[in-house]
């Protein structure tokens, strides 16, 4: 799905999550090598999230799938963006947002 990319911080969603329910979650490394827009680095997949337990509250890191841009790539990692559902055991990662810059448009198919 073409969409806006993302960066630290962007908010992100894991169905079913570690204990069945979907679990919550946020974006917080992201590996080198870096493209950034508007100053922020744009997550790529293997980029690392860190998520919460929606029934115990017990935070997981979750790294991102490889599926992403199939045209946009930043050291062979495709680049993630807004609405990108990435299968990222131990189910789909839904990537929420908010955008990294919402001047940069990515309209290349997963």
């Not at 960066?7 to 919550?24: F, K, L, M, N, R």
């Not at 090598?33 to 998520?51: E, N, Q």
């Not at 609405?83 to 055991?89: A, F, V």
């Amino acid at each position: 799905m073409p969409g806006l990319p993302v960066s630290i911080g962007c908010t992100v969603t894991v169905s079913p999550g570690a204990s069945g329910a979907p679990d919550t979650g946020t974006i917080l490394t992201v590996l080198p090598p870096f493209v950034t827009a508007g100053g922020m680095p744009l997550a790529t997949s293997g980029s690392i999230c860190l998520m919460v337990n929606s029934l115990t509250g017990v935070p997981y890191p979750l790294v991102i799938g490889p599926l992403g841009s199939s045209g946009v790539r930043v050291g062979g990692r495709a680049v993630v963006r807004t609405g990108d559902m990435i299968p990222s055991p131990p189910g789909v990662l839904t990537i929420l947002g908010p955008p990294a810059a919402p001047f940069v448009d990515d309209s290349w198919p997963p």
